[in-house]
């Protein structure tokens, strides 16, 4: 499985398809209108998996309909230039831990009861 560079619009419509397939990407995802136009947008080669990097090195809108290439989908937007994120709290800001990802700041969700979101950023070189 290799990823590729592609345009905003076939990016969207993938990602439009995950979420309508699964409720865990939808609850994680913005919604594919609300994505950056500017951004670089990268999907596997079968559609299944994606992410974006905005223009200032964040990473946007990782899905993976397939179980385990989440961390294939992290490592190839570190490769390709992302260094920062945000997240909800729980299982994601351990999960990007293991990449190298730091807790940089942190904020109380605007929808009350539900979980913080954590900034976190790769060290500096």
Same mark, same amino acid.
């Given at each position: 499985m290799k990823t590729y560079l592609v345009t905003p619009h076939l990016y969207r419509? *993938?990602?439009?398809? #995950?979420r309508r397939i699964s409720k865990r990407i #939808?609850? *994680?995802?913005?919604k594919p209108n609300e994505?950056?136009?500017d951004a670089r947008y990268f999907l596997a080669d079968d559609l299944m998996s994606g992410f974006g990097i905005d223009r200032d090195g964040t990473l946007i809108g990782v899905y993976s309909l397939i179980k385990g290439r989440g961390e294939v989908m992290v490592a190839d937007a570190i490769k390709a230039g992302a260094d920062k994120l945000d997240c909800f709290d729980g299982f994601l800001p351990e999960y990007y831990a293991r990449f190298g990802f730091k807790e940089t700041a942190r904020y109380e969700n605007w929808t009350a009861g539900e979980p913080d979101v954590v900034l976190m950023a790769l060290p500096s070189a």
């Open positions: 419509g *993938a990602l439009t398809q #995950a #939808a609850h *994680a995802t913005s994505m950056p136009k």
